[in-house]
């Protein structure tokens, strides 16, 4: 009895302190009217801002079976993602930090789902390392299953929200490093794969509406990696939370355009060749989608005193959505049309609206797509460098 007294005497001393902090007002006042901001058209039934639906597309016949990726899969949405593509049809493929956790999720969808065809790979997003590791593990498999070398659907889920300072083996910021620069990694590796798929591919970047708090940011390398924070004493925990949304956001919209125009300039010579005609059909396209909250362990790192009342306010106004209910604004997003792309889904029932005004700048997204891809290509030579080095 004492013992826990002395525990829940603890915990309420760590939710004073961080009521203290500037970072829980930005997630309590903030984030709420953040929320609150993307659910507007549907409170006002669309007369103010412009909402439009998409319906998810009817199931068409395949070459192959399609092949799926979903980063977080052990937990919360990537483990609902994981289970309800695995009933559409999809090879899924979880990724996941714990062996453990993901032996235990593939046995639990496959308890479900007889028919689940699913392969688990441990990775650690928030490393490079590991990520190149995962691609040369992915193509090895692939071929060893005598499987077609394409991916059809990668669902960049992985998050967290730390409200602690940690830094990876690269020396980046563990949250940026996880919830933005894993994410664009990740999917520059895997475009080849994408690209050279027989059907039309689909990459989804889960956002938040949080990425609405976020006003005037740099887009250097500093802040990209979070290194920028490290000289400050307070953790900014929710200022980077919103920040790494928000370059998601801008990744997804900034690479909509990038292929959009590589699929532009290969119209103009179309009639050149016939085969370049159906390339064209089977292009690779992205989507943004918000969930919106969810209960899930995202919240793990917040104060329990904290975290609970946020949650029970949240129930009573109707805004506190189940993973397995969550889901399906993913749904929606992987399963749009084949030609459904740069848009934010939000609130299901295949339903987009706009997210922040600051989203849509695409000089912001060229600078943050140029930083991106100079600090890419360091971390491959810098892979290469270590590998040698291991080598000799």
């Given at each position: 009895?004492?013992?826990?007294?002395?525990?829940?005497?603890?915990?309420?001393?760590?939710?004073v302190?961080?009521?203290?902090?500037?970072?829980?007002?930005?997630?309590?006042v903030?984030?709420?009217?953040?929320?609150?901001?993307?659910?507007?058209?549907?409170?006002?039934?669309?007369?103010?801002v412009?909402?439009v639906?998409?319906?998810?597309?009817?199931?068409?016949?395949?070459?192959?079976?399609?092949?799926?990726?979903?980063?977080?899969?052990?937990?919360?949405?990537?483990?609902?993602?994981?289970?309800?593509l695995?009933?559409?049809?999809?090879?899924?493929v979880?990724?996941?930090?714990?062996?453990?956790?993901?032996?235990?999720?593939v046995a639990?969808?496959?308890?479900?789902?007889?028919d689940a065809?699913?392969?688990a790979?441990?990775?650690?997003?928030?490393?490079?390392?590991?990520?190149?590791?995962?691609?040369?593990?992915?193509?090895?498999?692939?071929?060893e299953?005598?499987?077609?070398a394409?991916?059809q659907?990668?669902?960049?889920?992985?998050g967290?929200?730390?409200?602690?300072?940690?830094?990876?083996?690269?020396?980046?910021?563990?949250?940026?490093?996880?919830?933005?620069?894993?994410?664009?990694?990740?999917t520059?590796?895997l475009?080849?794969?994408?690209?050279?798929?027989?059907?039309?591919?689909?990459?989804?970047?889960?956002?938040?509406?949080?990425?609405?708090?976020?006003?005037?940011?740099?887009?250097?390398?500093?802040?990209?990696?979070?290194?920028?924070?490290?000289?400050?004493?307070?953790y900014?925990?929710?200022?980077?939370?919103?920040?790494?949304?928000l370059?998601?956001?801008?990744?997804?919209?900034?690479l909509?355009?990038?292929?959009?125009?590589?699929?532009?300039?290969?119209?103009?010579?179309?009639?050149?060749?016939?085969i370049?005609?159906?390339?064209?059909?089977?292009?690779?396209?992205?989507?943004?989608?918000d969930?919106?909250?969810?209960?899930?362990?995202?919240?793990?790192?917040?104060?329990?005193?904290?975290?609970?009342?946020?949650?029970?306010?949240?129930?009573?106004?109707?805004?506190?959505?189940?993973?397995?209910?969550?889901?399906?604004?993913?749904l929606?997003?992987?399963?749009?049309?084949?030609?459904?792309?740069?848009?934010?889904?939000?609130?299901?029932?295949?339903?987009?609206?706009?997210?922040?005004?600051?989203?849509?700048?695409?000089?912001?997204?060229?600078?943050?797509?140029?930083t991106?891809?100079?600090?890419f290509?360091?971390?491959?030579?810098?892979?290469?460098s270590?590998s040698?080095?291991?080598?000799?």
């Open positions: 009895m004492v013992a826990k007294m002395r525990i829940m005497s603890k915990e309420l001393v760590e939710a302190r961080f009521i203290c902090t500037v970072d829980f007002w930005i997630m309590a903030l984030w709420t009217f953040s929320l609150l901001a993307s659910y507007l058209p549907f409170f006002s039934h669309g007369l103010f412009r909402i639906s998409y319906p998810r597309n009817a199931n068409v016949e395949v070459p192959v079976r399609p092949l799926c990726i979903i980063t977080g899969a052990t937990s919360g949405l990537g483990a609902a993602a994981a289970y309800a695995s009933k559409e049809g999809f090879t899924v979880l990724v996941g930090r714990s062996a453990h956790r993901l032996s235990k999720r639990e969808i496959c308890k479900h789902n007889k065809h699913l392969k790979f441990q990775v650690d997003i928030s490393s490079i390392q590991s990520i190149l590791h995962f691609r040369c593990s992915l193509e090895q498999w692939l071929v299953s005598n499987m077609h394409s991916v659907l990668l669902i960049n889920n992985a967290i929200l730390a409200t602690s300072r940690r830094i990876t083996a690269e020396g980046f910021d563990e949250m940026m490093a996880t919830n933005y620069m894993g994410a664009f990694f990740l520059k590796h475009l080849p794969l994408l690209r050279n798929s027989l059907v039309p591919s689909r990459i989804v970047n889960l956002t938040s509406f949080t990425h609405r708090s976020v006003r005037g940011m740099m887009f250097d390398k500093e802040s990209v990696t979070g290194k920028s924070s490290f000289r400050m004493k307070q900014p925990c929710a200022r980077i939370y919103g920040y790494s949304k370059c998601l956001l801008l990744f997804s919209y900034e909509h355009r990038r292929l959009r125009s590589e699929s532009s300039c290969h119209v103009s010579i179309v009639y050149v060749s016939t370049l005609l159906l390339w064209i059909s089977h292009s690779c396209r992205t989507v943004a989608v969930p919106g909250v969810v209960k899930t362990s995202i919240m793990r790192e917040v104060p329990p005193y904290l975290s609970y009342t946020a949650f029970a306010v949240l129930t009573a106004m109707g805004l506190l959505d189940s993973p397995e209910s969550a889901v399906n604004s993913i929606d997003a992987a399963l749009a049309s084949p030609e459904i792309s740069g848009v934010y889904f939000f609130g299901g029932k295949g339903r987009t609206i706009n997210s922040s005004s600051l989203s849509y700048d695409a000089k912001l997204a060229r600078e943050l797509w140029a991106s891809c100079d600090l290509l360091e971390a491959q030579l810098s892979a290469k270590t040698s080095a291991e080598q000799r």
